[in-house]
């Protein structure tokens, strides 16, 4: 695959610093195998990426900012991105603006191009034809709210109920994927979790309207870290992606954080 991360160069342009020893594959494609990898591993990928946007920040931060300061009664000690500067004539409260500008501009935008990158590697893995994603869908709304949604416009919504029905009964979805079902109720607590299920998939797990299928069903799975069924030929491309996938949300949420601290 291309390399979406590079450990030479300087890092305010190469944004994605490749770690001495990719994240391995999980042992198994087993829902819990998968969920425990992605936790496991979260942690230290999320470090790492609080580590190199710390770095690009500091080699903006100007030298020498607090000569000639007009500000002369300030008790700022620990001079840090996330400290409380002077709003007017404060060259590091400048850096922070700066800081928070390179981020939600041009830094985000390079995530958006590796994230990108990430999904058209997709393309290279083919559906297997396991049925899976079709005969067991969760949401979180319920048909009637998901109805009411496509009304208004939202396009997920309305493709979703294009081709989903709901279970009658939960022993129903149970059934087809007890190993989805029980991990899925110890991650969600107490939040109502509705299930689903495509009725237009045939005896031999063929879509009967693939040709015209909406783009809920082209475009799954749509997300790089989405648990997959452990028949299902994309957990092949989820494991190559995995630890850029991780890196990459972690940077965007550490964005946040600093949009939120510093803005």
């Known amino acids: ?27 198994d494609n087993s829902l819990e195998g998968q969920y425990k990898e992605l936790k496991n591993n979260y942690e230290q990928i999320f470090i790492e990426a609080a580590e190199s946007i710390r770095k690009d920040l500091d ?3 100007p030298k020498d900012a607090c000569e000639g300061c007009v500000n002369k009664d300030c008790k700022i000690q620990k001079k840090d991105i996330f400290a ?11 850096w922070q603006m700066q ?25 290279d893995y083919k559906c297997n034809c396991c049925g899976a994603c079709c005969k067991l869908a969760v949401n979180g709304y319920s048909y009637t709210q998901l109805k009411q949604r496509a009304l208004k416009g939202d396009k997920f919504s309305e493709d979703f ?26 991650l969600v607590d107490d939040d109502k979790i509705y299930y689903y299920y495509c009725p237009k998939l045939d005896e031999n797990n063929l879509c009967t309207i693939y040709e015209n299928r909406p783009d809920i069903c082209k475009d799954f ?27 990459l949300k972690a940077k965007t949420d550490i964005i946040m954080y600093y949009k939120q601290k510093l803005g």
């Not at 695959?1 to 999980?26: I, W």
């Not at 409380?84 to 400048?94: A, D, Q």
Request: net charge neutral; hydrophobic share 30%.
């Open 1 to 27: 695959m291309s390399n979406f991360f590079s450990s030479s160069g300087n890092n305010s342009e190469n944004l994605f610093v490749k770690p001495e020893t990719d994240m391995k594959p999980p042992k």
């Open 59 to 61: 080699e903006l931060k």
């Open 84 to 94: 409380p500067y002077p709003v007017s004539g404060c060259k590091l409260r400048e």
């Open 99 to 123: 800081a928070i500008t390179y981020l939600t501009g041009d830094y985000k935008n390079k995530l958006k191009t590796a994230y990108k990158a990430i999904m058209d590697k997709k393309n």
């Open 161 to 186: 109920v294009s081709v989903f029905v709901p279970y009658e009964l939960e022993e129903d979805a149970k059934k087809v994927n007890p190993e989805y079902f029980e991990l899925l109720n110890k």
């Open 221 to 247: 799975p749509h997300n790089p870290l989405k648990l997959l069924p452990s028949d299902c030929s994309f957990n092949e491309w989820k494991n190559e992606v995995a630890h850029q996938a991780m890196l």
